[in-house]
């Protein structure tokens, strides 16, 4: 069903989608989840009087919640809505799902709406309120992200041009990638993330001079994986943390 409020896809998992282990890449259904939430957009824009062709969505935040990958050619649902509106962002949920409609990956993301022309944020137009859905996927989290971090570990990251979306910044869903940029320090072979938070805080606009601070913490259930990327100038683009559990 494809309507106002809920947008849904079934699929058979394909293979480009997932790693080399055959699970789902996190990159992949973050690039699809933002398709999906842009064609239901459009929808909204056929209701509502909003001025496109200066104003864009811009993401502020994720919170991801994985219970289980889902591996190639598996049957799933991938499901998106707007569950809370402010005039200031609206929260979206996206959700991955099996064939009996159980939550695999639990997404929760916060996003605001940005005058290119103006070159500011500006306010959510209060028409899309009517749009808001309760789902009863939770949007809960009891994670919060440190505010300051010792970081061990620096090193240069490389940006390819198609990286980069249409407002040439670094497209979000690449962010996810850098989580396994740090094998000097990771397990990637018997751990995997349970419990992801992202926050941007500038955006990347250029290929070369990029880099990554991290850090890697032993927790009670697992690995504690902290982040920072950091745009050519030197100015903070996001910050991620990620906790990993063993296989």
């Not at 496109?52 to 502020?60: A, F």
Request: hydrophobic share 30%; charged share 30%.
């Amino acid at each position: 069903m494809n309507n106002l409020t809920i947008y849904e896809n079934t699929m058979k998992l394909a293979g480009s989608l997932c790693d080399k282990t055959g699970k789902l890449k996190l990159s992949s259904v973050i690039e699809r989840f933002v398709d999906m939430a842009g064609e239901q957009t459009d929808l909204w824009e056929k209701e509502c009087d909003f001025p496109k062709n200066t104003t864009s969505w811009i993401i502020n935040k994720y919170d991801i919640k994985i219970y289980s990958f889902p591996q190639k050619d598996d049957i799933i649902k991938l499901i998106t809505y707007q569950s809370r509106y402010t005039r200031h962002f609206c929260e979206r949920i996206y959700a991955v799902c099996d064939e009996n409609d159980n939550v695999l990956i639990r997404i929760v993301s916060f996003w605001s709406v940005r005058d290119y022309e103006k070159m500011k944020i500006v306010s959510v137009p209060e028409e899309y309120s009517r749009f808001t859905h309760d789902g009863g996927i939770t949007s809960k989290t009891d994670k919060k992200m440190a505010k300051n971090t010792d970081y061990s570990h620096t090193t240069p990251i490389y940006i390819r041009t198609d990286d980069f979306d249409t407002n040439l910044h670094v497209n979000n869903a690449k962010y996810f990638s850098f989580m396994y940029e740090c094998d000097d320090v990771m397990d990637y072979e018997n751990y995997v993330p349970d419990e992801i938070l992202l926050n941007f805080v500038g955006g990347i606009n250029h290929k070369d001079g990029n880099t990554m601070s991290y850090l890697m913490e032993d927790t009670e259930d697992g690995i504690k994986l902290s982040q920072k990327i950091c745009s050519s100038g030197g100015e903070t683009a996001a910050v991620m943390e990620s906790y990993w559990r063993k296989i």
